[in-house]
């Protein structure tokens, strides 16, 4: 398989290494999986525009769908990002395990949003007629819905990146769910 190197600020377009900057001054560092989208000229601004678009889905709903989604489609970078990121915003580790396994029992709303969320990615965006109604029954809105849909194409897009890249993990591991349920 081919190797992807994560590229650094001085190998990239003027471009990118503003958005580089902009990063580094947000977060401190440029995370691995941004630095591969800017092997494009144009796919890493383009990513960090979807990524902050205003969305009707607060912090905490979209690191449920961000877990969920990464989850199914297996993105070890997406997991252990998203799990820091949940934690940031107040989940716990068991709440983090079982949003990642499907559901949050812990809130009636996330948890129809973890449960449609994943109905979604497991047939390709074809909602499930009962998860559809417990979610709108949840008080989730139109708007809502698709929102879900966007913020679901964008953890997609950075799942797939690092699946087909596999560039290195520059946050915490995420456990294994398998080795966790498995205790």
């Not at 070890?76 to 580790?93: I, P, Q």
């Not at 559809?132 to 194409?153: C, H, K, M, P, S």
């Amino acid at each position: 398989m081919t190797s992807f190197t994560v590229p650094t600020r001085q190998s990239v377009s003027e471009a990118n290494q503003a958005l580089f900057d902009a990063l580094e001054g947000k977060l401190g560092f440029v995370p691995n999986l941004y630095a591969t989208f800017a092997l494009s000229n144009n796919a890493l601004g383009t990513y960090l525009a979807l990524q902050s678009a205003r969305s009707s889905l607060g912090p905490k709903a979209r690191e449920v769908v961000n877990l969920v989604v990464s989850q199914f489609n297996e993105c070890r970078y997406c997991l252990a990002a998203h799990t820091v990121l949940g934690k940031m915003n107040g989940f716990s580790d068991a709440q983090i395990i079982e949003i990642r396994k499907g559901t949050a029992t812990f809130d009636a709303r996330l948890d129809a949003l973890a449960r449609l969320a994943r109905s979604l990615v497991e047939s390709r965006g074809h909602a499930d007629a009962a998860r559809l109604d417990a979610f709108f029954a949840a008080g989730w809105t139109q708007e809502n819905l698709v929102d879900l849909i966007v913020l679901i194409g964008d953890k997609i897009i950075s799942n797939y990146l690092h699946a087909a890249t596999d560039v290195p993990v520059d946050f915490p591991a995420a456990p294994d769910l398998d080795e966790v349920l498995a205790a």
